[in-house]
């Protein structure tokens, strides 16, 4: 492994830190591969250029779509797989193999915005393989002198014990020893948090009781009051929560990414139209282009829509229908980007 150190270039580390630094606040898709009958991945990057996404979400290493996102100046979130926590939490050396495999050999044509260990683990029988899962990555990346690309993970809301009032954002109990290590290690480092974050299905679960215009950023008015700040949508009342969440383990300071986000247009009646889908989806991308939260009105979200495509093999329902475009690459409905 160690002959390998002199390839990766010193330039590669600091364009590493400096994509890092000059991108956030930014929007893209996630990828999922859950389909028999997606398009082959080089035309999938031809897809992303032509619309203008310039990060993209990926949930595990899959060789061939890495390769064919080299050079395309895409920005990327890797994921590994879920079930190689354990091992990545308890053997450095399997670790430095991942990185090996999966990272090196792209780290001087790819740009990484950032590796998640895994996907919505917390909460869960892997809670506490996270952190050190993180530590050992993040010295896997050092010994390989890619130390400037972030480590994180990606947690739900459900991660939140409390979540309202936004200011009352607070860690569940059973999590909270967990997350208090993972998000000191973020702060520490300067890395973000990745959280998923669905009002579709805050909504869906209480129709009666949340307005549609809170969820769709087309409320003109406040809709929550929390002390001196007002919130408009949900959205924005979701990351503060997180934010609030942070501050109450000591690292407000750490930078919150919505890893995922989205609307289904088919498979729930009424609540899954390409219309609502395209309402919320447009005006999340145009919100978070344009302005921060109530908490941190200078600080764009960066954030990532879920999906890419309508992916067949997912569980029946809305599941299968997040995507913006369809395995044909024809558009569901159309987005600006």
Known sequence: MA?????????????????FLADGGGIGVNYGLLGNNLPPPSYVVNLLKSRNIGRVRI????LNVLDALQNSGIQVIIGTFNQDIPSLAGDINFAKAWVQSKIVPYAQTM?????????EVIPGDLTNS??????N??????????????????V???SLGASYPPSHGDFSGAVKPAMQQIAGFLAYNGFPLLVTAYPYFAYVNEPGSIPLPYVLFTSPDVVVRDGDLGYKNMFDAMVD??????????????????????????GNGGFTTPQLARTYNQNVLNHVRGSGTPKKPNKNVETYVF????????DPGVEQHFGLFYPDMTEVYHIDF
């Not at 949930?59 to 899959?62: G, I």
């Not at 929560?241 to 088919?266: D, F, N």
């Not at 999906?307 to 997912?314: C, V």
């Open 59 to 62: 949930f595990s290493p899959d």
């Open 111 to 119: 740009r990484f915005r950032c590796i998640s260990i895994g996907n």
């Open 241 to 266: 929560a997180v934010y609030s969440a942070l501050e109450k383990v000591g690292a407000g300071g750490v930078e919150v990414v919505i890893c995922e986000t989205g609307w289904p247009s088919q």
């Open 137 to 154: 990555m993040n010295a896997a990346l050092k010994y390989f002198n890619l130390g400037g690309i972030p480590v994180s993970t990606a």
């Open 307 to 314: 999906a890419l495509f309508n992916e067949n093999q997912k």
């Open 156 to 158: 739900p809301l459900s």
């Open 130 to 135: 996270v952190f050190p899962a993180m530590q």
């Open 3 to 19: 002959s390998l150190l002199p390839s990766i270039s010193v330039m590669c580390v600091v364009m590493i830190y400096l994509s």
